[in-house]
């Protein structure tokens, strides 16, 4: 019997890889698609047409991804779960901790706080908190390569205590959303490459300083500086991570494989290569390289596909182990 799913906010650059990804997968049939900006236009890549958020009813489907922008995502998850149906949210309504930490990022206080705290969803890092529950919070594009990168070393007590580390992170146009504006213009994007919101004022910040201080509480402020890319998609990030003394390369490459060996999501490049945007656009998973120049710090690089890993095919990655699916169910091929 398959799982009946609604998409919200489906027409959106996020909501339409969804869609497709949805499309491959053999366990879940997806029910309604739901557009107030184009209801009654035909959904790509399925005989359904848009409808808008008037027109469905949530007790149809046994869950909802909700690729609605902040603010307007939890009253919709607190819906869906009041309905009994399941609940990935892609905005960052369920991202932080408490309602306070989700106002100083986002500077409005917060639609559901009775929400709060919903479990993480990067499965490489959270998985077992993930399982068969009712909701799960899909993580930014940014904080999901920021977070890959520096997790590991997070997790074993290496990073220097209190000490800054800098996540310098470059990502494709499409990051920013399909509604037009002018700094996303053609005309000013290409030829271009331009950082934007640096330093500790990305609302993304807020996401990555949380999660490391759940895996390392002596961890040092987070300082972000994003870049706008002249391509379509795809992200990279370089995380300058300072180290405690007495790391050797091998020890830091035994943490990152005993991290990462068995994840069907992970490529753990060999030293001397260096993870790139090509390796790791339209596909599902993250390519990651180490680097290590001077003793006191290493360098880690991830790649991933922001609209992927970093948020279409991540949410199906959760919406899998919501179920007790195998979690490459609809994202890997078997042969």
């Not at 398959?2 to 998409?7: L, N, Q």
């Not at 997806?30 to 209801?39: C, G, I, P």
């Not at 213009?185 to 271009?192: A, P």
């Not at 405690?244 to 490529?267: D, G, H, L, M």
């Amino acid at each position: 019997m398959s799982i009946r799913i609604g998409v919200y906010g489906a027409s959106g650059y996020t909501g339409q890889e969804l869609i497709a990804l949805l499309d491959a997968h053999q366990e879940f049939a997806l029910t309604f698609a739901v557009s107030d900006q184009f209801a009654g236009q035909k959904v790509p890549q399925s005989d359904l047409t848009y409808r808008p958020s008037d027109a469905v009813d949530i007790v149809a489907v046994d869950m909802v991804f909700l690729c609605t922008p902040h603010g307007a995502s939890a009253p919709l998850a607190a819906q869906a779960l009041d309905a009994g149906a399941k609940v990935v949210d892609l905005s960052a309504d369920l991202r932080f901790q408490s309602a306070t930490e989700y106002q100083q990022w986002y500077q409005q206080p917060h639609p559901a706080p009775a929400l709060l705290p919903t479990p993480y969803g990067i499965p490489e890092l959270n998985r077992y908190n993930l399982i068969n529950i009712n909701a799960i919070a899909n993580p930014g594009c940014y904080p999901t390569a920021a977070l890959l990168a520096v997790a590991p070393l997070a997790k074993v007590g290496a990073l220097e205590s209190f000490a800054p580390v800098i996540v310098d992170a470059k990502s494709g146009v499409s990051g920013a959303g399909r509604a037009p504006s002018e700094t996303t213009h053609f005309v000013e994007v290409y030829g271009d490459t331009r950082p934007y919101k640096i330093g500790r004022q990305h609302r993304h910040t807020g996401e990555i300083d949380q999660e490391l201080r759940i895996m390392f509480p002596d961890a040092g402020p987070v300082i972000f500086s994003p870049h706008l890319l002249p391509i379509d998609r795809g992200l990279i990030c370089t995380a300058y991570i300072p180290l405690k003394e007495n790391w050797t390369q091998s020890q830091i490459r035994e943490v990152y494989e005993a991290q990462y060996y068995a994840e069907p999501f992970i490529r753990l490049l060999p030293y001397g290569e260096t993870a790139r945007v090509k390796d790791a656009v339209r596909t599902n998973g993250a390519v990651i390289s180490l680097h290590h120049p001077v003793p006191e710090m290493v360098l880690v690089v991830c790649a991933i596909d922001n609209l992927r890993k970093g948020a279409a095919s991540q949410a199906i990655q959760n919406a899998n182990l919501m179920f007790n699916l195998p979690e490459t169910a609809g994202l890997i091929t078997s042969t």
